[in-house]
């Protein structure tokens, strides 16, 4: 199973909302990753997972929230969002990164989010 | 990591070669050169990497000059499903280093196969 699991696939939340966004591998990895992608613009780096330790944050406001409950799930809390929060949100995963050997991401189909 | 340069757009006839050019000329002795591609409405899909010699798979060859400033992905015969847009991504090779952990995509080559 090379499949990375993301949950919903489209959602549409008020500004005043509280959502999450879930992510899933079967696949033994232990690194996990969540990217923003605006439309017609290439994915952007959010926040790095290692170990379900968080490893990298790239300065993400705090209406963002990510959780790694264990090494197979990844959630991204989302609140008081703005409209331009709207994008595609990407997870993705990697084998590891302790051991020296560099390892490919597997993303996921991504969530689609609306903030009306 | 080091930056990246891309054509903007590229079109190749089916069941011809596409040849996709990248240039990394300020690339450092301990970074790889990585290809992703991203189908419309999926999420990024990894292709091939390499350090400095040529390499291949059952999708791709990546060829890497000898001075490793510029490489070149093959699709060796292009189809419709390869229509996608193609990032080149200079990663160092460290895994435990914040920097391996990030991918940094670039704006990327649009390449669209025509029937």
């Known amino acids: 199973d090379t499949e990375v699991t993301q949950t919903p696939k489209h959602l549409v939340m008020g500004m005043t909302n509280k959502k999450s966004l879930k992510c899933e591998q079967h696949m033994g990895h232990r690194a996990m990753y969540w990217y923003k992608q605006k439309a017609k613009k290439p994915p952007e780096l959010m926040f790095v997972y290692s170990y379900e330790k968080l490893s990298i944050n790239e300065s993400v406001p705090s209406r963002f929230s990510p959780e790694c409950p264990n090494s197979s799930l990844l959630n991204l809390h989302l609140h008081a969002l703005q409209p331009e929060d709207s994008a595609l949100y990407l997870c993705?995963?990697?084998?590891?990164?302790?051991?020296?050997?560099?390892?490919?991401?597997?993303f996921g189909p991504g969530t689609r989010l609306t903030v009306t | 990591d080091a930056k990246t340069t891309q054509p903007t757009s590229m079109d190749c006839a089916e069941g011809r070669a596409a040849n996709l050019p990248c240039n990394h000329s300020?690339?450092?002795?301990?970074?790889?050169v990585y290809w992703y591609r991203q189908i419309h409405s999926q999420g990024p899909q990894y292709i091939i990497h390499?350090?400095?010699n040529n390499e291949t798979n059952e999708m791709a060859s990546l060829i890497i000059t000898e001075d490793r400033k510029s490489s070149t992905l093959i699709l060796p015969h292009a189809t419709l499903r390869d229509t996608a847009v193609y990032y080149c991504i200079v990663r160092v090779a460290q895994s435990s280093s914040q920097g391996a952990q990030k991918l940094v995509f670039g704006q990327g080559t649009r390449l669209t196969i025509n029937p």
């Open positions: 390499g350090l400095k």
């Open positions: 993705a995963s990697s084998q590891d990164l302790s051991t020296g050997i560099l390892y490919e991401q597997y």
């Open positions: 300020t690339i450092s002795g301990n970074e790889y």
